[in-house]
């Protein structure tokens, strides 16, 4: 036995239904603050900005990076002694 019921309510009905709060200011406060938080750094969105951030991120990793090459067997490229 196979039974469908269809419930045609809104977000906001279904909420007040199971007794969930309404968080739409708390949702609407999270968005104006992403917001200034995006706008703040659109600079660093830039092509330039990027290349710079990641720059920066890499050069705490070179050391890590030249370490691995040396492994024997890196892309057959490792120490052959």
Not at 10 to 23: F, K
Request: no cysteine.
């Amino acid at each position: 036995m196979k039974i469908n019921v269809d419930i045609d309510m809104t977000p906001m009905e279904a909420r007040d239904l199971l007794g969930l709060p309404d968080v739409r200011p708390l949702q609407e406060l999270w968005l104006t603050r992403m917001n200034a938080k995006m706008e703040e750094h659109m600079d660093q969105l830039t092509p330039e900005g990027m290349i710079q951030a990641w720059i920066k991120a890499a050069s705490g990793n070179s050391d890590w990076m030249t370490e691995l090459m040396k492994m024997p067997g890196f892309m057959g490229m490792g120490n052959k002694d």
